[in-house]
């Protein structure tokens, strides 16, 4: 197939457009023209749909404009370790969307007895699920592959008939196969970790589980607080505790009066197995607490819905440093919730990982430091006090914390309190468009013994509708100093990454720059602009379908879950635009993209921001959709007033 740009369709020949990016005149195109391009050209010779391997085929075809694939310099240790909806009515978070389970898409599931090779099914004639493999076999979905990826990964695929690639591990008569050499290689290895246990979820249903340093941190919060009702009762005697009583330190104190002494006729406090140490009665000051070094640091975003771990995954791949789960409710997490729980999981290659809770008291926050601690794998715990969504805001959490500064210093004494990791806050410039009040908060953070802080440069208010101040960025690391400070808003390119450096933060959080270009971690390091061809991004996105097979599985209810988050992804990757169409380049976050046709079809369609269009592109991947299939992003850009 030809390139597009060589197609004789009219061009646009009005200037830029105010907001718009600038792109050369031989690649603008009018909206009627685009999508007449785009859909004819998805449509057969004689208006039929064309095959899913006539898609592939004739979506990689590129032109000789477009740049070679650019092998990536990828860390050596690496290896180890329907129409459109109306825009204004849609703006935003999309709230009322349709929310199709993933369960719906499976007419009849095979019963996991039979999956596992198992004689007898422990329900009986009670179970729901088909037990007749034949049966199951003629209605099953047709396969999307011929291989199947966790088989080439491991060696066996857990999903067995039910994966949507069996074919490549099934044998004539519906056994299952494997490789016992790549199984023997994987044997004892995990991937994942933070995955919650049955016991823990059960003991936290039933609210069996102690938090003991929790207690001992909301006693003295209590006291504190009858002590100055007594002064305020006219009882200048009572005395008060301190700012640094409720830290470390009074914490330290506090269990070594409480800890009975050991001595020959008393045993030691605690069970020991070898001599006693101080290690093993005694809290770690804050100094002793494990280190992580943040400075100049490329640091992924907590992303809601995108930031998950396949995502995560692709990120690492490109060279981001630090990478954090997506935010979760401490509510959630202290009731055992398996889907709270899912997003605090670390994959091995996340060497500097941390996990980010929301919560707006200080007993369920403290409560749910201590869960973290005594039982996940994480670097650091982020505070999430940016979070600007009704939802969260509304009960006094997110934003709503950085006016609540008495709750706001208590739950960061008492997660400080639980934890033997740094804790990290991200905060936004204040609640209101002209109020900031970050440069007020954050001398009072320092005193907090807050090991690094994040700031967005927007409020509340703004949301994505101003560009992010780094002037007063700058302004607020000299004040953090020497808590490292990162910034994060609007950066899209290395020279937007530069300009931040250029401020004195310690490092950089990207978020939607990195949704919206993943490479953007290795077009920093290299110090270039990365003319990515279309093949190489669909590449990126075969790499995440095939983690997301890994994450969420691969039959019917895990390949519809990967279509979904990959969906949500292109909702942002859509308003991409390659360099070299580019008639002013860096393109800018806060500029939208133009109507244009690509150097061939792929790259076009890429550039397409109808949903059907996005359903396309996953199609290449992971096969046809349901037919009861239906999406709606939740998020909307907003960016563009």
């Known amino acids: 197939m030809d390139g597009a740009a060589e197609e004789p369709v009219e061009k646009r020949t009005d200037v830029a457009v105010k907001g718009e990016a600038a792109l050369k005149s031989q690649f603008l195109t009018t909206k009627e023209q685009f999508h007449a391009f785009v859909d004819s050209e998805w449509q057969g010779p004689k ?11 004739d979506a990689m075809t590129t032109s000789i404009e477009e740049p070679e694939p650019k092998k990536l310099k990828l860390d050596p240790e690496e290896g180890k370790k329907g129409l459109k909806p109306d825009g204004k009515r849609m703006r935003g978070q999309n709230k009322s969307r349709p929310h199709t389970k993933p369960t719906a898409f499976d007419e009849k599931r095979l019963c996991l007895s039979v999956i596992q090779d198992k004689r007898e099914c422990p329900f009986g004639d009670k179970c729901q699920f088909q037990h007749d493999v034949a049966e199951y076999m003629a209605t099953k979905p047709a396969d999307i592959g011929e291989s199947c990826y966790l088989y080439d990964t491991f060696g066996k695929c857990g999903y067995g008939l039910c994966c949507r690639f069996a074919k490549a591990h099934t044998t004539l008569d519906f056994k299952t196969m494997e ?30 589980v102690t938090f003991n340093q929790s207690a001992e941190y909301l006693d003295m919060l209590s006291n504190q607080k009858d002590k100055r009702e007594q002064r305020g009762n006219g009882n200048p005697r009572a005395p008060e505790l301190s700012a640094d009583q409720t830290g470390g330190e009074q914490h330290v104190s506090a269990e070594a009066e409480a800890q009975p002494q050991a001595g020959p006729d ?15 009665i005694v809290k770690l000051r804050l100094c002793e607490k494990k280190q992580v070094d943040f400075q100049d640091k490329l640091y992924l975003a907590p992303l809601t819905t995108c930031g998950n771990l396949p995502f995560r995954r692709v990120c690492k791949r490109f060279g981001a440093d630090i990478t954090c789960g997506e935010m979760a409710m401490c509510t959630n997490l202290l009731q055992g919730q398996q889907s709270e729980w899912a997003l605090l999981k670390r994959h091995e290659s996340e060497d500097v990982f941390g996990v980010q809770v929301e919560g707006c008291f200080p007993d369920t926050m403290t409560r749910c430091a201590e869960l973290i601690n005594g039982n996940i794998d994480v670097d650091f715990v982020d505070i999430n006090s940016g979070c600007p969504i009704d939802l969260v805001y509304k009960k006094g959490g997110g934003c709503g914390l950085m006016t609540r500064t008495r709750k706001f210093e208590q739950i960061i004494k008492g997660m400080n309190y639980v934890l033997d990791v740094p804790l ?48 007063y960025i700058n302004t607020c690391s000299k004040l953090a100093s020497p808590v490292p400070l990162f910034g994060n808003g609007d950066i899209l390119s290395y020279e937007d990454a530069m300009k931040a450096r250029e401020t004195g933060v310690s490092g950089i959080m990207i978020a939607r720059g990195a949704l919206i270009k993943p490479w953007i971690f290795t077009e920093i390091k290299e110090s270039r602009h ?60 806060n500029e939208r993209p133009p109507f244009y046709l690509g150097r061939n079809y792929l790259e076009s369609l890429m550039a397409s921001q109808h949903v059907g269009d996005w359903v396309r592109i996953s199609e290449m991947l992971l096969g046809p959709v349901p037919k009861n299939f239906n999406f709606l992003p939740k998020h909307k850009a907003n960016a563009y007033k």
């Not at 669909?538 to 994450?551: A, I, P, T, W, Y």
């Not at 070299?580 to 976050?589: A, D, H």
Request: proline residues 4%.
């Open 47 to 57: 208006g039929e749909k064309a095959t899913d391997g006539d898609k592939v085929q």
């Open 179 to 208: 490789n016992a050499e790549l199984v023997r290689a994987n044997e004892g290895k995990s991937t994942v970790k933070n995955n919650l246990s049955k016991d823990l979820q059960i003991r936290l249903r039933k609210r069996s």
């Open 266 to 280: 008393k045993p030691p406090p605690v069970k020991t197995v070898g001599p006693l140490t101080d290690v093993d």
């Open 424 to 471: 990290t806050v991200k905060i936004r410039t204040g609640v209101q468009e002209k109020c900031n009040i970050a440069h007020k908060l954050i001398p009072e953070m320092k005193k907090w013994d807050v090991s690094m802080i994040t700031l967005h440069g927007r409020s509340r208010e703004q949301r994505y509708t101003k560009s992010a101040d780094w002037d």
């Open 530 to 589: 990365w003319d990515i061809s279309s093949g190489e991004r669909l590449d990126v996105l075969r790499d995440f379908s095939n983690f997301g097979l890994e994450h969420w599985g691969s039959d019917t209810r895990g390949v519809e879950k990967t279509r979904t988050f990959m969906l949500e992804w292109l909702s942002f990757m859509c308003r991409y635009i390659p360099v070299g169409l580019l008639e002013r380049v860096p393109q800018k976050i």
